[in-house]
C-alpha cells in the first residue's frame, strides 16, 4: 500500500519512491499540505514541515499556511480552489477533516473522462471528506497515486448536505502550495496555425495564469502548466507538470504570495461557471494530474506519455499501430467528386498507405463552408452511390476508409436549422455572433445528444468505416440555453462538454473499432479530456515542416508521439507559403502519426517514388515513431540556433532515430555536436542516415559509434554545416541507429 495514514500525527503520506505527497490534519481540523514533490522515506513524521496555524482563524490571517483545498473569506487571501455562496449568500468557508477512505485501485468519475487502471495494484486512492457544516456543505478529495509513476491525480466532489440550496462559484480540481517562488511557469500558448507554442516567463509575486472562455480548450492556451527552476533543463532539475483532463473553459493560475510561497490552482474557469447546488446533490470536477520529475522536462514528458498513452486513451485503438493515411482536404478542399477521390486513393494505395480520410463537403449540398453542417446525409451530387459506394471502391483498393464530421455544428443554411432553430446556441432576443459562417448546437439538451447519436449512428453504420476525424471549428459565443433557468445558466459551458462527452462515449462504444481522432480547426482542442475517447488528435492545420517543429516540439512537452496526427502536404505550403523539401515534410511528420494531405496524382514519378520510400521507412520503424520515447535535444525556440534536433528511442534502447532540421543556412556556420540522450551506453549502434543515398556529409557519422560516445561526444555537425551552405535553407537528416 503506497498511501501511509498516522492516526496520532493526522498526517497522510502517499508515495511510490518517485514522487511524496504528504498531507495533515492540522490542530484547527484543516488539511493541511506539508510536501509535494520528491519522494520522502515513509514511516515517519513531517508535521515540523508544516506550520500549525494558531488556534482561532483571527491569528492566521494571512500567513501561508500550505493547504490541501483553500477557501475564501476565513483568513487565506491567496487564490482560492473552493468559493460556494450559501444559502444566506455568504461565500465564507472553513473546510475541516470530517473522516476518510483508503481503497486499492482508482474509482473512475462518473460522465468525465479521466485516467484509470487496468488492474487495481497499479494505483492506491485516498478519500479524504471535509465538511462546512455551518454552510452545509461536503468536500470529497480524491488523491490517487500510481505504483509506478511519479503521478498524483486529484478530483474533488462537492455536495450540498444541507436542507437549502447554494451555488458554487469557483471548484478547482487542484491546489498545490509549494514554499518558495522561485519558479518559471511554462504554457503552452498560441493561436489557430501555431498552437502550443512553448512559453515561458518567471513567476513574480501576485498571480499569473492561462486560461479559456472559448467553450474549448483551445488554440490560444493548453490546460497545462509546468514549473522549472532556472537551472532545469531537459535532463535535469526540478520540475512539476500541471495537466487538466478536460476540453473547455480551464484556468492553470500560479500565484506568488508576499512570503514568497506559490500556490498553483487548476480546474475549470470560474468566472464562466457557476453551479446550483440543490439539497442532496453533487458537483464533481474534472481530473488533474500532477507530476513531479527530478530529470528535468524530459522527465515531466516521460511520466505525461506513458500515462496519457497507457491509462488515459482507451479502446481497441489505444495499443496498436496507427495507419499512415492520405486525407483529401488540401488536396481537393470542397471540389470533389467519387471518381476523384478513388483516383487519390489508388495512387496512395499504390504508395504504400493503409487509409483513405474523406474529409469535409460530403454531405447536405456544402460545396463551400456556408452551409449544410447538421445535415449528416450524402451528397449524391457528389457521391452518387452514398458513403457506402465510395467507401466500398476504396475499401476494395486493399486500404480502409474513413470519414470527417463536425457534429457540434450547424449552418444557418441547413435542414437541421430550418427544422430545430433553437438547437443553436443563442440568447431569445440578441443576434447570434456567426463564425466560419456556422453556428453551434445546444450540446447541453439531451434531445440535441439524441439527435447526433441517431444520425451519426446511420452514418457510421452505413458503410465500412475504420476511422472518423471529428472536427469542431469554431468557439461559443452567447452561451445561454432555453432549456436551463436563469439561476442555472452558469452551467452551461460544462453541460455542453459533459454532452460533447456523452455523444463520445456513445460513439465509441457503438463502434469500437472505428479510430477516432478529434480536431478542432487544427490543434484547438488537443486535451487530456478528448484523448480519453481519441486516441490521437490533428495537431494543426499548419502542415508546414518549419512551422510544426515549434509545434510539435511544443505539443511534446505534454503529450505523446501516438498522440499527435502529422501530414506532409503540398509547396508552396496552403498556411505560410513556404517551400520545403519534400524530405524535410516527411522527417518532421515521422515524428508522430504520418499521413499525406496533398493531391499525390499531381506529383512527379519522382516524388511519387520518394514518398512510397518514405511509407516504408516509416512502417518499418513505427513502432520507435508512434511509441518510442521522445527525447528533445536542440530548441526550436532558442532564437540563436539555426538548427533544431530531436529523437525516439525504443524502449530496450537498442534502436533509435535521430531528426536533425537546418533551419536558415548560415555563411560559415563553424563546428558543432549533437549529444544524443537515452541510449544504451554499452551498446554498440550500427548508425546511416535517411535519406538514403545522402550520405557525403553525414561520412563521418555513420558506421558503428557506442551508445556511451554518442551521449557522451555526439555526431559532429561540422561537415553537415558546410554542407547547409551549399544546400541552402530547410533541410533534414535522420540518423537511424540499430544496436549490433
Ligand atoms: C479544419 C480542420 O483542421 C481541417 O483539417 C479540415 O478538416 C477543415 N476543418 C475542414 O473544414
Not at 481540523?29 to 506539508?34: C, D, N, S, V, Y
Not at 508544516?50 to 487565506?76: E, H, I, K, Q, W
Not at 486499492?104 to 488492474?119: F, H, M, N, Q
Not at 510561497?261 to 458537483?283: C, K, N
Amino acid at each position: 500500500m503506497s498511501i501511509e495514514w498516522d492516526p496520532g500525527d493526522r498526517q497522510f503520506h502517499l508515495r511510490n519512491g518517485q514522487i511524496s505527497l504528504v498531507l495533515r490534519v492540522l490542530e484547527d481540523g484543516t488539511l493541511g499540505q506539508l510536501h509535494l514533490g520528491a519522494a520522502m522515506p515513509g514511516g515517519r513524521s513531517y508535521r515540523h514541515l508544516g506550520p500549525d496555524p494558531f488556534p482561532g482563524f483571527s491569528n492566521r490571517v494571512g500567513s501561508p499556511v500550505p493547504l490541501a483545498y483553500p477557501t475564501s473569506g476565513t483568513g487565506d487571501f491567496r487564490i482560492p480552489a473552493l468559493v460556494a455562496a450559501a444559502a444566506d449568500g455568504a461565500t465564507s468557508l472553513a473546510l475541516h477533516y470530517r473522516d476518510h477512505r483508503i481503497v486499492v485501485g482508482k474509482p473512475a468519475l462518473s460522465g468525465l473522462p479521466s485516467t484509470y487502471v487496468e488492474d487495481a495494484a497499479e494505483a492506491d486512492t485516498l478519500e479524504i471528506t471535509l465538511a462546512d457544516e455551518l454552510a452545509g456543505l461536503d468536500v470529497d478529495l480524491r488523491f490517487t497515486i500510481f505504483r509506478d509513476r511519479p503521478v498524483i491525480a486529484r478530483s474533488a466532489t462537492i455536495r450540498n448536505a444541507g436542507s437549502r440550496p447554494a451555488e458554487l462559484r469557483c471548484a478547482m480540481s487542484l491546489s498545490v502550495d509549494l514554499p518558495d517562488g522561485d519558479w518559471l511557469m511554462i504554457g503552452l500558448a498560441g493561436a489557430w496555425a501555431r498552437e502550443r507554442h512553448i512559453a515561458e516567463r518567471r513567476l513574480v509575486p501576485g498571480r499569473q495564469s492561462a486560461s479559456s472562455t472559448r467553450g474549448a480548450s483551445s488554440h490560444e492556451h493548453n490546460p497545462f502548466l509546468a514549473l522549472r527552476r532556472a537551472t532545469t533543463d531537459e535532463s535535469h532539475g526540478e520540475a512539476y507538470s500541471f495537466s487538466l483532463v478536460y476540453s473547455g473553459n480551464f484556468l492553470a493560475e500560479a500565484e506568488v504570495d508576499p512570503y514568497g510561497t506559490t500556490r498553483v490552482r487548476l480546474g475549470i474557469e470560474p468566472t464562466t461557471f457557476s453551479w446550483r447546488l440543490d439539497p442532496g446533490a453533487e458537483f464533481t470536477t474534472p481530473e488533474a494530474i500532477v507530476v513531479y520529475s527530478e530529470t528535468g522536462l524530459g522527465g515531466l514528458s516521460d511520466a505525461l506519455h506513458g500515462l496519457f498513452r497507457e491509462r488515459l486513451a482507451r479502446g481497441q485503438w489505444r495499443d496498436r499501430p496507427r495507419p499512415v493515411l492520405i486525407n483529401n482536404w488540401e488536396a481537393t478542399y470542397f471540389d470533389f467528386d467519387a471518381d476523384r477521390l478513388v483516383e487519390i486513393a489508388t495512387t496512395a494505395r499504390d504508395l504504400g498507405v493503409e487509409l483513405f480520410v474523406l474529409d469535409d463537403g460530403w454531405f447536405g449540398a456544402r460545396d463551400d463552408d456556408t452551409t449544410s453542417l447538421g445535415d449528416w446525409f450524402v451528397d449524391r451530387r457528389k457521391l452518387p452511390d452514398g458513403i457506402e459506394g465510395v467507401a466500398r471502391r476504396i475499401t476494395d483498393l486493399g486500404i480502409g476508409f474513413g470519414l470527417w464530421i463536425e457534429p457540434e455544428m450547424v449552418s444557418q443554411r441547413s435542414r437541421l436549422f430550418e427544422a430545430h432553430p433553437d438547437w443553436a446556441i443563442g440568447i431569445p432576443g440578441r443576434p447570434r455572433t456567426e463564425s466560419r459562417q456556422q453556428l453551434v448546437l445546444d450540446m447541453t439538451r439531451p434531445e440535441v445528444v439524441d439527435h447526433l447519436t441517431g444520425v451519426l449512428t446511420e452514418v457510421l453504420g452505413s458503410a465500412p468505416i475504420a476511422y472518423v476525424k471529428w472536427d469542431m471549428n469554431r468557439n461559443i459565443t452567447e452561451p445561454y440555453s432555453p432549456s436551463l433557468p436563469p439561476d442555472r445558466q452558469g452551467e452551461f459551458f460544462h453541460r455542453y462538454l459533459l454532452g460533447v462527452y456523452e455523444l463520445y462515449r456513445r460513439l465509441t462504444t457503438r463502434f469500437p473499432e472505428i479510430l477516432f481522432e478529434s480536431c478542432a480547426g487544427g490543434g484547438g482542442r488537443f486535451d487530456p479530456g478528448l484523448l480519453a475517447f481519441a486516441p490521437q488528435a490533428w495537431t494543426s492545420d499548419d502542415t508546414d515542416a518549419i512551422e510544426r517543429l515549434k509545434i510539435q516540439w511544443g505539443t511534446s512537452l505534454a503529450y505523446p508521439l501516438s498522440s499527435m496526427a502529422a501530414h506532409v502536404a503540398a509547396v508552396p505550403n496552403h498556411q505560410v507559403g513556404r517551400v520545403t523539401p519534400l524530405s524535410t515534410r516527411a522527417a518532421v511528420a515521422f515524428f508522430g502519426v504520418l499521413g499525406y494531405e496533398l493531391d499525390l496524382t499531381a506529383l512527379s514519378a519522382k516524388e511519387r517514388g520518394e514518398i512510397a520510400d518514405q511509407i516504408a521507412f516509416y512502417i518499418g520503424r513505427r513502432q520507435l515513431f508512434q511509441r518510442g520515447r521522445f527525447l528533445r535535444l536542440e530548441s526550436p525556440y532558442d532564437g540563436d540556433r539555426d538548427h533544431v534536433a530531436w529523437m525516439t528511442v525504443a524502449d530496450d534502447a537498442r534502436q533509435a532515430v535521430v531528426g536533425s532540421y537546418q533551419i536558415l543556412a548560415r555563411a560559415d556556420p563553424g563546428p558543432g555536436r549533437l549529444r544524443l540522450r537515452g541510449l544504451d551506453p554499452l551498446a554498440t549502434y550500427r548508425v546511416s542516415t535517411w535519406p538514403a543515398g545522402d550520405d557525403r556529409p553525414a561520412r563521418a557519422n555513420t558506421g558503428q559509434r557506442s551508445g556511451a560516445e554518442l551521449m557522451a561526444a555526439g555526431f559532429v555537425l561540422d561537415l553537415d554545416r558546410q554542407e547547409t551552405v551549399a544546400r541552402g535553407d530547410f533541410w533534414a537528416r535522420l540518423f537511424v541507429l540499430d544496436a549490433i
